[in-house]
Structure formats: C-alpha cells, structure tokens
C-alpha cells in the first residue's frame, strides 16, 4: 500500500483510516511511504493508524528520503550520509517507530554517498531511532 495512493483516494484523514483498517483486515503488511509526501503528513497519519491499530509488529513499513525537506539547506537535500541520517530520524518520529525496513533512495540518479549505499545494500540493514 502507498501512503499517495492512500490520500489520493481519501479526501480526510477519517476516510483514510478506514481505508487502512480494510487494508489490514484483508491481509496487507507492507506500507511505503516518504518524508515529502504532503510535507510529512503522511507518515504522520501512517504512524497514528498503526499505532491506533496496534499493528506495528505486523506491518513493514518502509520510507524513502532524498528530497529537499528544508529548501536552501544543501545538508537536507541528496543521498548524503547527513540527508539520510536526519531524513530517516524525522521519518521515524512521524511514524512514531524506532525501525524502518531498508530505506528506499527517491531519486537514485542524484550523486550519492558510496557509504550509504554500502549501508542500504548490506543484508539485514535497519534504520533504528536516533538519540
């Protein structure tokens, strides 16, 4: 399930809980999402129906990052060590998690760092919360 989708078909954040709750009960566990998505909204809204539905243990949640969250600020922008590393920290208190699956590069083309590559391609790489 993409969270885009998800508002694409859903008017209020009312709609989009029941829609959630169906997607649930009919037997899906996997939900993409991004920082950007309406500013952040959307995982926002993701983190409260997960947690409203005591699912979190069933469900993959998997994000993406790269965009320019902060406009003129070239750290919180890219697929930079420091992009990652802040995007990724933001996105987990949205969800309101301390883990995400593997964290999807936006837009791959942009230049990037090798050590973050390295990181997301190693076999059983999980982002967990930052302090």
């Known amino acids: 399930m993409s969270i885009t989708g998800l508002a694409r078909m859903c008017k209020t954040a009312g709609s989009a809980r029941v829609l959630f709750r169906h997607y649930l009960d009919s037997g899906g566990n996997f939900v993409n999402t991004a920082d950007g998505y309406a ?3 959307s995982e926002e809204l993701l983190g409260t129906f997960v947690e409203e539905t005591n699912s979190r243990d069933r469900v993959v949640l998997a994000t993406k990052f ?6 003129g600020n070239p750290n919180a922008t890219g697929n930079g060590r420091k992009n990652l590393l802040s995007s990724l920290n933001a996105s987990l208190c949205r969800l309101r998690t301390d883990y995400v699956g593997p964290p999807e590069l936006y837009q791959p083309y ?3 760092d090798p050590d973050v590559v390295g990181a997301i ?3 059983g790489f999980e982002v967990r919360g930052f302090s």
């Open 110 to 112: 942009i230049l990037f």
């Open 39 to 41: 500013d952040g909204r």
């Open 66 to 71: 790269t965009g320019a969250i902060e406009p």
């Open 121 to 123: 391609a190693t076999p």
